[in-house]
């Protein structure tokens, strides 16, 4: 690989993902209306949603997300560029910019350092952005763009370590092997400031579920960055380079911004995830029998900390605090359950998280063009007979 | 560096490779300019959206700076066509 260009990399890149079957995509003109019909599925992923085959993004049923560690078959993929696989012998990373000690790291390297194993949720930008009014820009993910995964890996922390990172470094980016269409188009770079990269709970993972990380899920290696958007978790890492400000660059200063709350005007990156919950159970539309049901699902914070679950079973009037059970990691959904007496009659099902910053889902959220930080209060319609 | 045109030529044997169904375009004049957008991602990426004119021609010019084969005739068509089908009457 050194010895290629920018150009001719991108160019491999480009014709492995217009190669692929999985990506391939082609026209043709439909009689009537506007209409998208599913492109076919991705081998393994058959229960997700097709949200663009090329790159490849993908989501979850919200009913799908039954356990507490999303199984492969039911994990979102978000590419904002395809790759193609990287075979783990022959995977090396480079660490280099503010360094005294540039070093390149191979598997074997990452394996002499301690090894963590940590519950993290990983949830896009951009999920539910499909319910901003009027639509934003990007992918339309619903509810389905989040899950749970165990990460082993080891700490960033201990790698930059390595590297002997020079005083004036304040950012850490990451650069997978993932190129764009064109050198003209923006390379896949994202930074997280340097109190985040030296956490304890920051990763460079290997493994997902005990096993090497699935191709589709950014392995051999990825950035874990728990609490935080999932598109600081670069996958297929290839270089890590320590910066004296944020990484200058489409996706740090475009895309994966919002407005700044005191000057809309100007932008931010986006770092924490919000305060969320979603209804796994009773679904959308469902028709259930009077009686006890068990309204469930999950809930996350990001960098707070999950304090409580309200639940609302008459639209937002009335709310009780529902019961948080299973394991509690501080960077993984924590299941909620509000025991319901269902009566006869058509009801409003709600769910509302609360957090240590002081954050609670609110009943609306202003438009923002790339339609993130979506975290209205999910409510759930139900019939009972 | 390559030039867009260049980039389409080189391209189109693989994108006509591809002729399978995977998602449809509603057939009014201008549907086939949509083939130059698959050069470089689905159709999907595209016809998800909903713009209003503003919206679509910063969008164009994007992908037109990333090296996409439209010049000015084509936009005005590109942009027809995907006002008639992708607006979003709210949007900018």
Same mark, same amino acid.
């Given at each position: 690989?050194?010895?290629?260009?920018?150009?001719?990399?991108? *160019? $491999?890149?480009?014709?492995?993902?217009?190669? +692929?079957?999985?990506?391939?995509?082609?026209? *043709?003109?439909?009689?009537? /209306?506007?209409?998208?019909?599913?492109?076919?599925?991705?081998?393994?992923?058959? %229960?997700?949603?097709?949200?663009?085959?090329?790159?490849?993004?993908?989501? @979850?049923? #919200?009913? /799908?997300?039954?356990?507490?560690?999303?199984?492969?078959?039911?994990?979102? #993929?978000?590419?904002?560029?395809?790759?193609?696989?990287?075979?783990?012998?022959?995977?090396?990373? $480079?660490?280099?910019?503010?360094?005294?000690?540039?070093?390149?790291?191979?598997?074997?390297?990452?394996?002499?350092?301690?090894?963590?194993?940590?519950?993290?949720?990983?949830?896009?930008?951009?999920?539910?952005?499909?319910?901003?009014?009027?639509?934003? +820009?990007?992918?339309?993910?619903?509810?389905? @763009?989040?899950?749970?995964?165990?990460?082993?890996?080891?700490?960033?922390?201990?790698?930059?370590?390595?590297? %002997?990172?020079?005083?004036?470094?304040?950012?850490?980016?990451?650069?997978?092997?993932?190129?764009?269409?064109?050198?003209?188009?923006?390379?896949?770079?994202?930074?997280?400031?340097?109190?985040?990269?030296?956490?304890?709970?920051?990763?460079?993972?290997?493994?997902?579920?005990?096993?090497? =990380?699935?191709?589709?899920?950014?392995?051999?290696?990825?950035?874990?960055?728990?609490?935080?958007?999932?598109?600081?978790?670069?996958?297929?890492?290839?270089?890590?380079? @320590?910066?004296?400000?944020?990484?200058?660059?489409?996706?740090?200063?475009?895309?994966?911004?919002?407005?700044?709350?005191?000057?809309?005007?100007? #932008?931010?990156?986006?770092?924490?995830?919000?305060?969320? +919950?979603?209804?796994?159970?009773?679904?959308?539309?469902?028709?259930?029998?009077?009686?006890?049901?068990? !309204?469930?699902?999950?809930?996350?914070?990001?960098?707070?900390?999950?304090?409580?679950?309200?639940?609302?079973?008459?639209?937002? %009037?009335?709310?009780?605090?529902?019961?948080?059970?299973?394991?509690? /990691? *501080?960077?993984?959904?924590?299941?909620?359950?509000? !025991?319901?007496?269902?009566?006869?009659?058509?009801?409003?099902?709600?769910?509302?998280?609360? /957090?240590?910053?002081?954050?609670?889902?609110?009943? +609306?959220?202003?438009?923002?063009?790339?339609?993130?930080?979506?975290? #209205? =209060?999910?409510?759930? %319609?139900?019939?009972?007979? | 560096?390559?030039?867009?045109?260049?980039?389409?030529?080189?391209?189109?044997?693989?994108?006509?490779?591809?002729?399978?169904?995977?998602?449809?375009?509603?057939?009014?004049?201008?549907?086939?300019?949509?083939?130059?957008?698959?050069?470089?991602?689905?159709?999907?990426?595209?016809?998800?959206?909903?713009?209003?004119?503003?919206?679509?021609?910063?969008?164009?010019?994007?992908?037109?700076?990333?090296?996409?084969?439209?010049?000015?005739?084509?936009?005005?068509?590109?942009?027809?066509?995907?006002?008639?089908?992708?607006?979003?009457?709210?949007?900018?």
């Amino acid at each position: 690989m050194p010895h290629e260009t920018e150009a001719a990399l991108s *160019r $491999r890149g480009f014709l492995i993902a217009t190669g +692929s079957t999985l990506a391939a995509t082609a026209l *043709r003109p439909a009689a009537g /209306d506007a209409q998208t019909p599913a492109p076919p599925p991705v081998p393994g992923k058959e %229960k997700l949603i097709v949200r663009s085959s090329r790159p490849l993004n993908l989501e @979850a049923r #919200v009913t /799908d997300l039954t356990t507490y560690h999303t199984p492969e078959s039911a994990f979102f #993929v978000r590419n904002n560029y395809d790759a193609a696989p990287v075979d783990p012998a022959q995977w090396s990373m $480079r660490i280099e910019g503010e360094v005294d000690n540039p070093v390149v790291l191979r598997l074997d390297d990452l394996r002499k350092l301690p090894a963590l194993t940590q519950d993290v949720t990983l949830e896009c930008a951009g999920n539910g952005r499909a319910f901003h009014q009027p639509r934003a +820009s990007g992918i339309q993910w619903e509810h389905g @763009a989040v899950g749970t995964q165990r990460f082993t890996g080891v700490r960033l922390a201990d790698v930059l370590a390595l590297a %002997k990172l020079r005083p004036a470094a304040r950012h850490v980016a990451f650069d997978g092997v993932d190129k764009p269409p064109t050198p003209q188009a923006p390379d896949f770079i994202r930074s997280v400031p340097l109190w985040k990269a030296l956490a304890p709970h920051t990763m460079l993972a290997f493994e997902m579920a005990g096993r090497p =990380i699935p191709h589709l899920h950014g392995g051999p290696v990825r950035a874990i960055v728990p609490g935080f958007v999932g598109s600081a978790s670069i996958k297929w890492l290839e270089r890590v380079m @320590a910066l004296t400000e944020e990484f200058n660059g489409f996706y740090m200063k475009s895309n994966y911004t919002a407005p700044r709350a005191d000057n809309d005007k100007e #932008v931010y990156s986006l770092q924490s995830l919000e305060v969320k +919950s979603v209804i796994v159970n009773p679904a959308e539309g469902a028709r259930l029998a009077a009686g006890k049901v068990t !309204a469930w699902g999950w809930a996350w914070a990001g960098e707070g900390e999950l304090t409580g679950v309200d639940v609302s079973t008459d639209g937002g %009037k009335t709310w009780t605090t529902a019961t948080l059970v299973g394991p509690s /990691d *501080r960077y993984a959904w924590r299941q909620w359950e509000h !025991a319901w007496d269902a009566a006869a009659g058509s009801h409003t099902l709600m769910a509302r998280a609360t /957090d240590s910053l002081g954050r609670m889902q609110p009943a +609306s959220r202003a438009f923002n063009r790339l339609g993130y930080r979506w975290n #209205v =209060i999910h409510a759930v %319609k139900v019939d009972v007979a | 560096m390559w030039r867009s045109l260049a980039l389409a030529a080189a391209l189109g044997t693989a994108v006509a490779a591809h002729a399978q169904q995977e998602v449809e375009v509603p057939k009014t004049p201008g549907w086939e300019l949509i083939m130059r957008c698959v050069i470089c991602h689905s159709v999907e990426i595209a016809v998800q959206q909903r713009f209003g004119p503003q919206g679509w021609s910063e969008t164009l010019d994007r992908m037109i700076k990333y090296g996409a084969p439209i010049p000015p005739e084509d936009k005005a068509q590109l942009m027809a066509y995907l006002l008639r089908h992708y607006r979003d009457p709210a949007g900018r």
